[in-house]
């Protein structure tokens, strides 16, 4: 995949992270989660967020209904403003707009996660490194609620050797994936689940 993590997680099951979370909040958290950005993002924040060692998951505009050549440039434009992207994230699309857009993603090398309703199995599907979102946890979650998750998250990863959450979050949740344990379950970059589950 294109940009994707270098730094692979030690060798068992993985919770995927996808941060939606403000740029300074995120500077003392461990290296090799992934954020979430738009395409207007900061160039200078997004190349601190790589040199910190984190990944950077693109949130494209939204090309639904369009046909294929409006996709690849949308996609084309949103990719040049973050070059440093590894993955897209995007709400759930399905029939042609799911098709488009993995077809535009082959030609550019990157991944793809979807949220909202199950689209599967998507690594089927899809001619490209692809997976749901399994869990969201909102920005009004709390510290036990957010610890919670993430221990639901390691149970589920054990058993299918990984699950990706997608986290709103503020102080007081990275606070909380600053000194979570997962007990032999590492949290990983998005890229880096992809690979591990596309291996499997």
């Known amino acids: ?23 300074d909040a995120v500077a003392d958290l461990p290296a090799g989660l992934s954020i979430a950005v738009e395409a207007d993002v900061d160039a200078a924040q997004a190349e601190a967020w790589r040199a910190a060692g984190h990944e950077l998951v693109l949130v494209p505009r939204d090309t639904a209904g369009e046909t294929a050549f409006p996709i690849r440039s949308a996609l084309s434009a949103d990719l040049e403003s973050v070059p440093a992207a590894a993955v897209l994230a995007t709400d759930a699309v399905a029939g042609d707009d799911l098709r488009r857009l993995a077809s535009a993603l082959t030609e550019s090398g990157h991944g793809l996660v979807l949220s909202g309703p199950r689209v599967a199995p998507l690594s089927s599907l899809l001619p490209v490194p692809a997976m749901q979102i399994d869990r969201v946890v909102s920005a009004e979650a709390g510290a ?44 990983a970059p998005v890229s880096s689940l992809l690979r591990r589950l596309g291996e499997s």
């Open 1 to 23: 995949m294109t940009n994707a993590a270098v730094a692979q997680p030690a060798p068992g099951p993985l919770i995927g992270v996808l941060l939606v979370a403000d740029g």
């Open 144 to 187: 036990d609620d957010l610890r919670q998750a993430l221990d639901r998250a390691a149970l589920v990863a054990r058993r299918d050797g990984g699950v990706l959450m997608a986290i709103e979050a503020d102080e007081e949740a990275l606070s909380v994936m600053r000194d979570w344990r997962g007990r032999g379950v590492g949290l």
